[in-house]
C-alpha cells in the first residue's frame, strides 16, 4: 500500500471480524450497536473474536449511546471494561471523553490511557463535537492518546478533509490523526491524498436478511422499525476490494 496505509474497519460481529481479517485489513475496531455510534462489545464477542482472528482488534469502551459526558458509575464501568479487554486480548482500546463545556475530561482520559498500557488508545469522533478541534487535539495528546479518530468535525470526512489535514500537519507526529466516516471505496484515495493520513478508518458493512421463516413484523424488540429482521455484516470481499484499491 502507498505510504504503508493502515486499513481498519469498523464492525460489530465476530464473522465480520473474520471477514476482515480474511480481507487483508490490519485492524479492526470492535463494537457494539452501531446504529447509536458504537458502544462496548460483550465480553464473549470480545473472546470469540480474539480466538478466530489474528487481525489487530481495537475494542470500543462506551457504555451507552448519546453524548460523551459520563457519570461516576458510567466511568466506573468503562474501567471494568478496559481490564475485561485486556484480559481476553485485545490490542487496543478505543474511547472519547468530553467535559459539559465541550472540552476534552483530560483528566480522565488520562486515567484510562494508564489503566489501558501497555495497549494503544484511540480517541474516537468525541472529537468531532469538541469546541474547538486543534484545542482537542492538544488535549487528548497530553492525555498519552496515541491516536484520534475524526472527520474533520464535520458529519463526513468528504467535507471535513482539510480541517484533517490541518490537523494532521499541527500534531507533528505527535499522534496519528485518522480520517473516518462517510468514506468508501470511491473516495478512500482521494480522502487519503487530501488529508495526507496515513491510516484510514471505514464502515463496509451490508443489509442481511434475517434467515427466519416465521416472522411477527408487528411486534417490535426495539426502536427501529423491521431492524428485528436484519443484521449487518461486513464482506471479506467489501474488504479485500478496498485492499486492492489501496494497493493500486
Known amino acids: 500500500m502507498p505510504k504503508n496505509i493502515t486499513l481498519e474497519i469498523c464492525l460489530e460481529s465476530v ?18 450497536n452501531l446504529l447509536e455510534g458504537g458502544t462496548t462489545p460483550s465480553a464473549g464477542t470480545i473472546r470469540a473474536a480474539r480466538e478466530n482472528a489474528k487481525i489487530a482488534i481495537n475494542v470500543m469502551i462506551r457504555p451507552r449511546g448519546g453524548d460523551f ?12 471494561d478496559i481490564r475485561i479487554a485486556k484480559e481476553l486480548g485485545a490490542d487496543g482500546i478505543v474511547l472519547g471523553l468530553l467535559r459539559a463545556d465541550g472540552t476534552v475530561d483530560v483528566e480522565r482520559t488520562r486515567q484510562l490511557v494508564e489503566q489501558a498500557r501497555p495497549l494503544p488508545v484511540t480517541f474516537h ?15 487528548v495528546i497530553s492525555a498519552g492518546v496515541t491516536r484520534v479518530l475524526t ?92 485492499v486492492e484499491i489501496l494497493n493500486r
Open 15 to 32: 464473522d465480520s471480524v473474520i471477514a476482515a481479517d480474511r480481507g487483508g485489513a490490519q485492524r479492526v475496531e470492535l463494537c457494539a
Open 69 to 80: 459526558l459520563y457519570t461516576d458509575t458510567e466511568f466506573e464501568s468503562m474501567q471494568h
Open 125 to 139: 469522533r468525541a472529537i468531532d463535537v469538541s469546541r474547538d478541534l486543534l484545542e482537542a487535539l492538544e488535549d
Open 151 to 242: 472527520s474533520g468535525g464535520e458529519p463526513s470526512v468528504v467535507d471535513g478533509a482539510a480541517v484533517v489535514a490541518k490537523m494532521i500537519g499541527a500534531a507533528k507526529g505527535r499522534i496519528a490523526v485518522m480520517p473516518g466516516s462517510g468514506i468508501n471505496p470511491e473516495n478512500v484515495l482521494s480522502i487519503l491524498e487530501s488529508t495526507d493520513a496515513s491510516e484510514v478508518h471505514i464502515a463496509l458493512e451490508e443489509e442481511v436478511p434475517s434467515g427466519m421463516q416465521f416472522r411477527k413484523a408487528e411486534i417490535p424488540m426495539g426502536g427501529v422499525d423491521g431492524r428485528e429482521y436484519i443484521r449487518f455484516v461486513t464482506p471479506e470481499t467489501a474488504v479485500r476490494n478496498v
